[in-house]
């Protein structure tokens, strides 16, 4: 079982690394199956649109509600996340050589989201890299029952890992 994850402290680091992660690897021949966070900026509301990209083809798939500007609760479309979770779980076979997810989230923690799809590549060997928060790494370390291996954010260091 090989797992990592990565921690960063900025608001859309961590998307930006797996992002290019993904895509460096992808260039390189490698089969990468995930999702990984594409924000966007708005103009008329302080909080920016939340998307995921499904590798390695897309659908690129909102997962952020328009709760109004004014919102501070959770805006995490629960729906839409399960739509991104189907569409990499189709695509999640025997071939594939790593699984990238943008996040070991709330959704994750609670054991729903892409939990299953994780344990599923791990049954496969296939290598997972999971983005996650501080609010959520106790989570994480306990589901990967504290194998998981702490990885720098950077693609580089990313990369490296995966080539071990």
């Known amino acids: 079982m090989k797992i990592a994850y990565t921690m960063t ?7 930006e690394v797996l992002y290019r992660f993904a895509k460096s690897e992808m260039a390189n021949g490698t089969r990468v199956v995930g999702v990984v966070q594409v924000n966007t900026d708005r103009d008329d509301c302080p909080l920016c649109d939340m998307d995921v990209e499904v590798l390695p083809d897309g659908p690129t798939i909102r997962i952020s509600q328009d709760l ?3 919102a501070k609760g959770c805006r995490l ?11 990499v779980e ?5 071939d594939v050589a790593l699984l990238v997810l943008n ?16 344990a599923k590549a791990m049954a496969l060997e296939v290598p997972v890299v999971c983005g996650v928060n501080a609010l959520n790494r106790e989570a ?11 990885v720098e954010p ?5 990369a490296d890992w995966f080539k071990r």
């Not at 709330?106 to 994780?118: N, S, V």
């Not at 950077?154 to 990313?158: E, F």
Request: proline content about 5%; hydrophobic content about 30%; overall charge negative.
């Open 77 to 87: 479309d629960p729906d839409a996340l399960e739509t991104a979770v189907t569409e």
């Open 140 to 150: 994480f370390e306990a589901f990967s029952g504290g194998t998981a291996e702490y």
């Open 154 to 158: 950077t693609p580089a260091a990313l």
């Open 103 to 118: 996040k070991f989230g709330k959704h994750e923690a609670g054991g729903r989201g892409f939990r299953d799809t994780i």
């Open 68 to 70: 109004g500007p004014e």
């Open 9 to 15: 402290e900025g608001k859309g680091d961590l998307d």
């Open 90 to 94: 189709k695509r999640l076979t025997d």
